[in-house]
């Protein structure tokens, strides 16, 4: 007889214990980031730490005392704002990230040729936010601003957080220089597909959508010869009108091949559509977090 394996449920004190323990090792590896590349080279890609770098430049100050002076505040106001529905996490990764950035202070830049410092940098960034996001965290700052004005101008939060993002990358132009600014924007390029790849993971599976009059046979070499599960709906064609099934398949990259194959040679006439799909979770592919 089998023995499960005991499982973190969500809600449950490890599974909290789990998320915090992401929030810092998230925020440690963006404090890294942040001072190995982004700050040694003025890439201000961003956020309050992209503002405590052209605040540094002309101060002085420490980046990790301005991310302070401008978290906490931004929190606080949030509170007042709209309410207590960001919680614990949030006020706590308003001030572990500043305090990662003071303990990293002295990493020592690798490089300082600015398109690779973006890149690292943005990759470095990207990875820790994917890791705090994934503990259901937040590091707070502008993220809380693009909240607030969102809630106030019915803005989407997307365009709220690029407004601030862009604020800061002109600021940088005008105290740096346009081509450092330029540096930023591929390192904020960079920043915001790192963290899709750690939410989503690098999937290979595709899904395709099949129409034909020979659902029959077809139904019968996914399931025997592809071994493949499939779904099926009804539709209908919107010219004749007709009545159609659709079937919907979720394969590997390495399977549309064959797939394809074995489509064509059950009815050389059928309508496939084949689309990249960010996510599988299920049997077959990627087991539920």
Request: net charge positive; charged share 15%.
């Amino acid at each position: 007889m089998s023995r499960k394996e005991p499982r973190v449920t969500l809600g449950s004190p490890a599974h909290t214990v789990l998320e915090y323990v992401l929030l810092c090792i998230g925020s440690l590896v963006m404090a890294a980031s942040f001072n190995a590349f982004l700050n040694p080279n003025q890439i201000a890609s961003g956020g309050v730490a992209g503002l405590s770098t052209i605040v540094q430049h002309l101060s002085g100050v420490n980046p990790a005392i301005i991310q302070w002076s401008l978290n906490i505040p931004i929190f606080l106001l949030a509170l007042w704002l709209l309410g207590g529905q960001f919680g614990i996490k949030a006020a706590v990764g308003s001030v572990i990230y500043p305090l990662c950035v003071l303990l990293t202070t002295h990493i020592g830049a690798p490089t300082h040729n600015p398109l690779l410092a973006a890149v690292y940098g943005g990759m470095g960034v990207g990875l820790g936010l994917g890791i705090v996001f994934r503990g259901r965290g937040s590091t707070g700052g502008l993220g809380l601003a693009a909240q607030i004005l969102h809630k106030f101008t019915g803005l989407s939060f997307g365009i709220c957080v690029a407004i601030f993002d862009g604020i800061v990358i002109l600021s940088s132009a005008l105290v740096f220089t346009p081509e450092t600014a330029l540096y930023a924007l591929i390192g904020l390029f960079v920043t915001k597909k790192t963290i899709d790849v750690v939410q989503l993971g690098l999937n290979d599976a595709k899904v395709a959508f099949i129409i034909s009059d020979h659902t029959k046979e077809l139904r019968k070499v996914i399931l025997h010869d592809l071994d493949r599960g499939l779904t099926e709906w009804g539709g209908a064609g919107g010219f004749t009108g007709e009545s159609r099934t659709i079937m919907m398949v979720v394969v590997k990259q390495n399977e549309v091949t064959r797939l394809k194959s074995l489509v064509r040679a059950v009815d050389p006439g059928a309508f496939v559509i084949l689309s990249e799909t960010n996510e599988v979770l299920g049997e077959g592919f990627k087991r539920h977090a």
